[in-house]
Every structure is written in structure tokens, then in C-alpha cells.
């Protein structure tokens, strides 16, 4: 089997997950990691046994063995890596949200076209199995015509005024935060399992912390918890803590979701309910392997993951037999395992989602904004 040479650029806490994750793939080799300095770079390098470590992306990007590369920066940076790898032939794979703004996501869209390079905007989420198997069970119209979704997505990582992340930083992030980095996730994942696109959306945004006390150091994500008293700078905060949305998904179902980064105990609720005109589905990440259906008249059910049990399509996305847990992990895995398909095989289907998955999200996200901006409902371009 012909070993595919990767490369992963970000030797933060998404740069960890990819290695370990791409290294499950037994035709899959990391070759190289950028960091953004030398000997950032070269720490991860011998932490995780990669034989190139540079802070130089071009470096990486004229070795010919390298065939595809992980953007796993600070968003700032997609765009122009994506587009560098882009042209250098690359197959490429990017962290969402895939830009900083809508025009960066369909000038990358247009050079992936023109290159015919396989891209993967990670929307790694979709990948549970028994999302999978929600997902199927519309397909199969188990649930009906949908009427209604709901939900939420719930972190407690950034409560205090002392937590700090370079997402707080629109120069780094963007200026959505709690919108972009697990809102993009809500509004996907919702289009993904209905089939149906958001089609407008009325949505509030709010700051709790106007300043913040920003570490005199770098400090990787989901790590703040453990870190001690150092020295601070103040810092005015000016994008969400929190984000509230009405929406219309197609032209008759409606629905609503939050998302924040300050509810005190929820680790990583990531959670949604469907609700059709013959049934209901709820799922949430917290305990990814149990499935919720509901019924009007007859009792609802509990279900654990179990491929055997599950739509043959939906099966295809487990790799352990029932009551083995999948998880977190196993969801980047089954991205990976398809997108590098497509790179050892352009003939092999696009069974992920691409650059275009990622324009839709920037264009959702841009209508967030303006709706919030407004103070009322915004249309979103089909």
C-alpha cells in the first residue's frame, strides 16, 4: 500500500487531534508540521515523532513527497494557507470556519475548482454514528415531513474574565467567535441530517465580559482551567459570548438554537432535537452513542449505537460493534478515512464536506451578523 505523506500546520490543541487521528490511517504518514515559530514547531515535532518541523509553510509546500496538508490555525491564517497549498498542488483539509469572511471562502471555493484539488472543510461532527443514523432516518422519511429543530451548543471554557484563547481576538478569529467556532457546527449539522438549507434567520448576540485579562504568553484552547496566576493586560473584548437564532429551514420548518461559551458545567453540549410530522430524533455529544426517538402514540425509545441495528448507510460509519463507544475522535477519523480516499483515488466519492460546505457556513454566519446587527430577520442567500 503506497504511504500518502501528509503535512499538519498548527501545533495547537486541533493540530494534536489531526496527527493523532490521520496516524489511524494505515496509508497515511505525517511527514511534516509547521508551527508558528521554530521551536514551537520543532517541540510538537519531537513530541509526536515528525520528521520535518519548520515554521516555513512554503517549505513544506515545495516537498513533492507532501501530497495534502491540515490547516489547524488561528482562522486568520485559512485562507492564505489554504490558497498557498492550493497552488502548490496540494490536496487540502481546513478547520472551520474555513475563512474570515464570505469573499475569502469563494475565492477559495473558485481555486479549488481550478486546480481540481480535493478539499475538506472539517466539519468533523457529522461523523457520530447515531448522527448518522438521524440522518438516515429522514432520509428514509421515518420522522415525516420536519417541522421543527431546536437546540444548543454549550461550553464552559471561556466563563471567567481570566480565561483567554486567540479566539477572543478578532484580529485571530474573525468578528463572530461563539458563532463561528460551535455556531458554524449547529447551523451544518442541521442541514446536513434535514436534507433542508436555513433560509432566514433573526438572531441576538451578546458580550458578558467586556474586558479580559489576557496572559502575558500563549495559551492553547480548552487549557485556560489549568493555568495559574501569571501576569495580565487588560483586554476590550468586541465579539459574542453568547448567540441566540430564530430560524426558517426550507420554506416550512422553523426552529431556534443557542450557542455559548460561558454556561457554568456544560463541557461540550452539543445537542439537537428534529421533530417531523410522524416523529422526533434528539441526540447530544456529551453522550454520543445514545439516540432519542420519540412518538405521539406509542412509547418513545432509547437506543445505543450498534451498526448491526442501524440503516446500512449510517452503519458504514462505525468501525466497533455495538456498545463499543465512538467518539469524539473517531468522528475526525471518519472524515479523514474518506477525504484521504478521494486523495489516493479522484474517482472515490466525495463523502465529506468540501470547500462549498464551508462558503454556505460563511454565508450563514455573515446573516447572523447582519441579523443581529439589524435587530431583524435577515433572508439568506439560497
Given at each position: ?10 501545533t ?8 493523532e ?72 483539509l ?69 480565561d ?38 433573526c ?43 430564530l ?40 453522550s ?16 445505543v ?18 456498545g463499543?463507544s ?23 466519492p ?9 462558503l ?23
Amino acid at each position: 500500500m503506497k504511504k500518502i505523506k501528509t503535512a499538519i500546520a498548527g501545533t495547537g490543541f486541533m493540530g494534536k487531534v489531526h496527527t493523532e487521528n490521520v496516524r489511524r490511517l494505515p496509508n497515511v504518514e505525517v511527514a511534516a508540521v509547521v508551527g508558528s515559530r521554530p521551536e514551537t514547531a520543532r517541540k510538537f515535532a519531537e513530541a509526536m515523532s515528525i520528521p520535518i518541523a519548520t515554521d516555513n509553510l512554503n517549505e513544506v509546500l515545495a516537498n513533492k513527497e507532501i501530497e495534502a496538508i491540515h490547516i489547524c490555525t488561528p482562522n486568520v491564517n485559512h485562507y492564505p494557507m489554504s490558497l498557498a497549498a492550493i497552488e502548490a498542488g496540494k490536496a487540502v483539509l481546513c478547520e472551520k470556519p474555513m475563512t474570515m469572511d464570505v469573499e475569502e471562502a469563494r475565492k477559495l471555493v473558485d481555486a479549488a475548482k481550478a486546480k481540481n484539488a480535493v478539499n475538506c472543510v472539517q466539519h468533523n461532527l457529522r461523523y457520530y454514528p447515531s448522527v448518522q443514523q438521524m440522518r438516515q432516518m429522514v432520509a428514509h422519511g421515518d420522522l415525516g415531513e420536519i417541522l421543527i429543530v431546536q437546540g444548543t451548543y454549550s461550553q464552559d471554557w471561556l466563563l471567567y474574565d481570566t480565561d483567554w484563547n486567540w479566539r477572543l481576538d478578532r484580529k485571530e478569529n474573525g468578528p463572530l467567535r461563539v458563532m463561528g467556532d460551535i455556531g458554524s457546527h449547529w447551523m451544518d449539522m442541521i442541514q446536513h441530517l434535514t436534507g433542508l438549507s436555513i433560509s432566514a434567520v433573526c438572531a441576538d448576540l451578546a458580550i458578558f465580559h467586556k474586558e479580559r485579562k489576557r496572559p502575558k504568553g500563549s495559551v492553547e484552547t480548552f487549557s485556560g482551567k489549568k493555568a495559574v496566576a501569571q501576569d495580565y493586560q487588560s483586554f476590550p473584548i468586541d465579539t459574542e459570548d453568547f448567540g441566540a437564532v430564530l430560524l426558517h429551514l426550507g420554506t416550512r420548518a422553523r426552529g431556534a438554537f443557542t450557542v455559548s461559551q460561558m454556561s457554568a458545567g456544560r463541557k461540550n453540549r452539543f445537542a439537537f432535537e428534529i421533530f417531523g410530522t410522524k416523529a422526533g430524533v434528539s441526540w447530544d455529544q456529551e453522550s454520543p452513542d445514545t439516540l432519542w426517538i420519540g412518538h405521539r402514540n406509542e412509547p418513545n425509545q432509547i437506543i445505543v449505537k450498534d451498526a448491526s441495528l442501524f440503516y446500512p448507510e449510517a452503519g458504514a460509519f462505525a468501525d466497533l460493534p455495538g456498545g463499543h463507544s465512538e467518539g469524539y475522535d473517531d468522528s475526525h477519523k471518519q472524515v479523514f478515512k474518506r477525504f484521504y480516499a478521494r486523495v489516493a483515488d479522484p474517482s472515490a466519492p466525495v463523502d465529506y464536506p468540501t470547500f462549498e460546505d464551508g462558503l454556505r457556513g460563511m454565508i450563514l454566519l455573515r446573516s447572523v451578523a447582519e441579523s443581529a446587527q439589524k435587530r431583524a430577520w435577515v433572508d439568506v442567500p439560497a
